[in-house]
């Protein structure tokens, strides 16, 4: 167990639904990060926050948004789903530059 | 932009040594990672060197980092069926400390 957990493990759902991804960070780790990995992209950063405020974007899409609440869980959520939005996507958590914490992933499968 | 590059696949026999190879763009870079990802699971924190060293070595593993080429290297000695995964390498970009990943690469230990 690394400390970062994600839910749910696996998503099925169709395309046009939205869905909401759950990460929980490690004990006193305040900065999450979202990747998504995909067979043809690979591990593509989407965003981080640190302490509740968005620090960095990278690609995510406009139909993605995501949020750190006050207890410092962040929720992914990803609208408007496209079949080519089917992937992992992993939530990662820091507390200083000694590298990420990656939770196990939340699979989701778009039909 | 930042980018960094690794070759895809390495096979090796059960007893030799591996070495994966990195190369990366972003001459800023203050940390360099390796992760390594079994089948189904999510990024695991092996080690990490700090740009200012050329080497660093825990257990089986050892770092070697050539700043002026930009090349990173992950060596694993005696390598073991159990060191079947993917192997990520990572650099922090920005004051944000966001992670670059590489593509990858499956190592795949004949026994």
């Known amino acids: 167990d690394s400390g970062v957990t994600q839910t749910p493990k696996h998503l099925i759902t169709a395309t046009g639904q939205r869905v909401t991804l759950r990460c929980s960070p490690r004990s006193g780790d305040l900065s999450v990060y979202w990747y998504q990995q995909s067979l043809d992209q690979g591990l593509q950063f989407l965003i981080q926050?640190?302490?509740?405020?968005?620090?960095a974007k990278g690609n995510i899409l406009e139909r993605f948004s995501a949020q750190q609440f006050p207890d410092l869980h962040s929720e992914l959520n990803l609208s408007s789903l496209e079949l080519g939005d089917s992937a992992l996507y992993f939530c990662?958590?820091?507390?200083?530059?000694?590298?990420?914490?990656f939770g196990s992933g939340t699979r989701l499968t778009v039909v | 932009g930042e980018d960094v590059e690794q070759s895809l696949f390495l096979s090796v026999r059960e007893g030799d040594s591996s070495v994966i190879n990195c190369t990366y763009t972003?001459?800023?870079?203050?940390?360099l990672y390796w992760y390594k990802q079994e089948p189904g699971a999510g990024l695991q924190l092996l080690t990490y060197?700090?740009?200012?060293?050329d080497m660093k070595q825990d257990q089986r593993l050892t770092v070697l980092l050539n700043k002026k080429d930009k090349h990173l290297s992950l060596r694993i000695a005696d390598t073991q069926t159990g060191d079947s995964a993917i192997y990520f390498c990572a650099t922090n970009y920005g004051a944000t400390n966001k992670l670059i990943f590489g593509t990858g690469t499956l190592l795949a230990v004949q026994p």
């Open positions: 990662a958590s820091s507390a200083a530059n000694y590298g990420y914490t």
């Open positions: 926050y640190y302490n509740g405020e968005e620090r």
């Open positions: 972003d001459s800023s870079s203050t940390y």
């Open positions: 060197i700090f740009s200012n060293m």
